[in-house]
C-alpha cells in the first residue's frame, strides 16, 4: 500500500509563493511518475503537473506554465510543487498522486485516471 501525504498548503496573499511537498510511503517511490492536481469548490479534478521517475521531464498545465515547477527528491520519497507568482484563480485543494506503470517515461497525459495512489490534500488559499 502506498501512502501519500501533502505539506505546505496555506493562506497567501496574490503574488506570493508556496511551496507543497509530497511524502510517499512507499520504497518504490523513485521508479515511478508522480503528479500534483487541485480542485476547486464545484469543480471538477484539475492537472497542474507531472514528473517523470527520474526527473528528467515534466509537463504543466498552461495555466501555471513559467509560474510552478515540479521537482522529486527520490532520496526522501517526496515530490515538490513550488508555486510562485500566485493568483486568486490558483485556490483549490492540492493532490499529489502516483502515476501507474513502472518507470513511465511519458508524462503528457493528464488524465487523473493515469493515476492509481493519491494524497488527500492540502489546502491553497490566494487572496487579492
Known amino acids: 500500500q502506498v501512502q501519500l501525504v501533502e505539506s505546505g498548503g496555506g493562506l497567501v496573499q496574490a503574488g506570493g509563493s508556496l511551496r507543497l511537498s509530497c511524502a510517499a510511503s512507499?520504497?518504490?517511490?523513485?521508479?515511478?511518475?508522480m503528479g500534483w492536481f487541485r480542485q476547486a469548490p464545484g469543480k471538477e479534478r484539475d492537472f497542474v503537473a507531472a514528473?517523470?521517475?527520474?526527473?528528467?521531464?515534466?509537463n504543466y498545465a498552461d495555466s501555471v506554465k513559467g509560474r510552478f515547477t515540479i521537482s522529486r527528491d527520490n532520496a526522501k520519497n517526496t515530490v515538490y510543487l513550488q508555486m510562485n507568482s500566485l493568483k486568486p484563480d490558483d485556490t483549490a485543494i492540492y493532490y499529489c498522486?502516483?502515476?501507474?506503470?513502472?518507470?513511465?517515461?511519458?508524462?503528457?497525459?493528464?488524465?487523473?485516471?493515469?493515476?492509481?495512489?493519491w494524497g488527500r490534500g492540502t489546502q491553497v488559499t490566494v487572496s487579492s
Open positions: 498522486a502516483r502515476r501507474r506503470g513502472w518507470r513511465g517515461t511519458d508524462v503528457s497525459t493528464p488524465d487523473p485516471d493515469e493515476y492509481d495512489y
Open positions: 514528473i517523470t521517475w527520474s526527473g528528467g521531464r515534466t
Open positions: 512507499s520504497l518504490t517511490f523513485s521508479s515511478y511518475a
